[in-house]
């Protein structure tokens, strides 16, 4: 196994992104954003930096954690902007050889309405089309989308899918009702999720959390790993028994989250000196492990 991050959650800018990474001492990035933008959605000239930064840096780029099909967008929403997202993330992934692209399965309509699941399969097969031509592997992550609402959600993406593997979140089923089962519907059990799910997992989100409370949506808190509710530990110890040698990447959440709506500026120098006391964690994780 090894070790990468979401370091956006550190910093807008890469040079700083950089700097947390080798303060971990790391020598991955899980790419996302720079300068405030999704990493497909950079001018080109500011690709050309971004890429040359890290060929300078010795960083690499395992991961790409894409807005492709993502919560904030709506199955109704026009196909065109998916399929252009997938044209400028292409030849950005092979300018970094990345070989993994994050991808969602559009977000999450009221549960009990039409959930346009015909739609949603024929886009995902798409999706996946035509980054495997490219040699590219999609990953669908559990999120607040439509395979995030139960393993069994997920499992029905990958039978309507071929070829699609996941990336399992560690935190998201925390803060998911399970719909699979009956009502009320429990909070979804991480464990339990990634035991039903792991022959198709080929990477590996870290973050951890508390469930949200009553009649809310979001975790009561974001920890750091292992000390809340989604099972870290143990789904390290049963990652490290299946063999698992794919990527663990932090997500850490504790000073920023990513899709709140709250509009507050975070504290960057926070934002910082969390991410990097969250790495730290999650060597010291790694050490128990071994």
């Not at 252009?84 to 292409?90: G, T, Y």
């Not at 709140?260 to 120098?269: I, K, L, R």
């Amino acid at each position: 196994m090894y070790l990468t991050g979401f370091a956006d959650e550190a910093a807008q800018d890469l040079a700083t992104q950089i700097k947390a990474t080798k303060e971990i001492g790391w020598t991955r990035i899980s790419a996302r954003g720079v300068n405030g933008a999704n990493i497909h959605e950079l001018p080109e000239t500011e690709f050309d930096l971004v890429a040359n930064q890290l060929d300078e840096a010795g960083i690499t780029i395992p991961e790409f954690g894409s807005l492709i099909g993502n919560w904030g967008k709506k199955i109704s929403s026009d196909f065109d902007v998916t399929l252009a997202e997938i044209e400028r993330a292409i030849p950005r992934m092979q300018r970094l050889e990345t070989k993994l692209i994050r991808v969602m399965s559009y977000a999450q309509e009221p549960w009990g309405s039409d959930q346009n699941e015909g739609e949603r399969f024929r886009r995902l097969r798409e999706i996946h089309s035509r980054f495997a031509d490219a040699g590219i592997q999609a990953i669908h992550e559990n999120c607040m989308n439509w395979g995030g609402f139960s393993p069994d959600h997920t499992l029905r993406l990958v039978e309507e899918v071929p070829g699609l593997k996941l990336v399992f979140d560690t935190a998201n089923p925390i803060f998911q009702l399970d719909r699979s089962k009956s009502e009320p519907f429990p909070w979804q059990d991480p464990m339990e999720f990634y035991q039903k799910v792991k022959e198709h997992v080929v990477h590996v989100h870290i973050k951890d959390c508390t469930n949200p409370p009553a009649g809310e949506t979001e975790p009561a808190q974001y920890t750091l790993p292992g000390d809340g509710q989604a099972k870290v530990r143990e789904i390290l110890k049963e990652l490290k028994a299946d063999g698992y040698e794919g990527g663990l990447a932090i997500e850490p959440h504790v000073a920023t989250v990513f899709h709140a709506t709250d509009g507050v500026e975070p504290d960057w120098q926070q934002c910082y000196d969390s991410y990097v006391e969250y790495g730290h964690a999650m060597n010291r994780l790694m050490a128990e492990l071994a």
